[in-house]
């Protein structure tokens, strides 16, 4: 299972999501520009000591994230989308693609990708969005839940 960041712009969820994914082995992508440098204090102490166990690699875009895993097919998670996750059969081969903190994913990317845009139930109307490294995590578990 490969995890995408999409322009992430807040280095302690970049930090949080390295960690995850060290500790599930699933290689970590960040595409596009990020809002931090990577070498940003704050993502290397959240993080903490085991971005040695990332696999970790940069695109500069989504077509060169596409290009470099021919064998995935492409899972892309947002508020805005209509399918739940846990409605989803998720392959080990997938690579879950997560857009940035404040603005998600571009919306022709998710009319493009209706069959596989997905978004996680949430009870409550008045909250918009969760925490994006939190976000990763309850699909990542998931994914790996079904597929394992």
């Not at 490969?2 to 712009?9: G, I, K, T």
């Not at 990317?109 to 925490?131: D, F, Q």
């Not at 990763?136 to 578990?141: D, H, K, Q, R």
């Amino acid at each position: 299972m490969h995890v995408a960041l999409y322009e992430p712009e807040i280095p302690p969820n970049t930090g949080n999501i390295a960690r995850l994914c060290a500790a599930t082995n699933s290689p970590l992508h960040i595409v596009g520009v990020t809002g931090f440098r990577m070498d940003d204090r704050t993502l290397k102490r959240s993080g903490l000591d085991y971005w040695q166990f990332v696999e970790l690699h940069r695109h500069i875009d989504l077509d060169d994230l596409k290009a470099s895993l021919p064998d995935s097919r492409f899972v892309y998670l947002s508020t805005k989308a209509v399918r739940h996750h846990t409605d989803f059969e998720f392959r080990e081969s997938d690579c879950l693609v997560f857009g940035p903190e404040t603005r998600g994913l571009p919306e022709e990317i998710l009319h493009a990708n209706a069959e596989t845009s997905l978004k996680i139930p949430m009870a409550n109307p008045n909250v918009r969005s969760l925490n994006l490294a939190t976000s990763v995590g309850i699909v990542l578990f998931e994914a790996i839940r079904q597929t394992a």
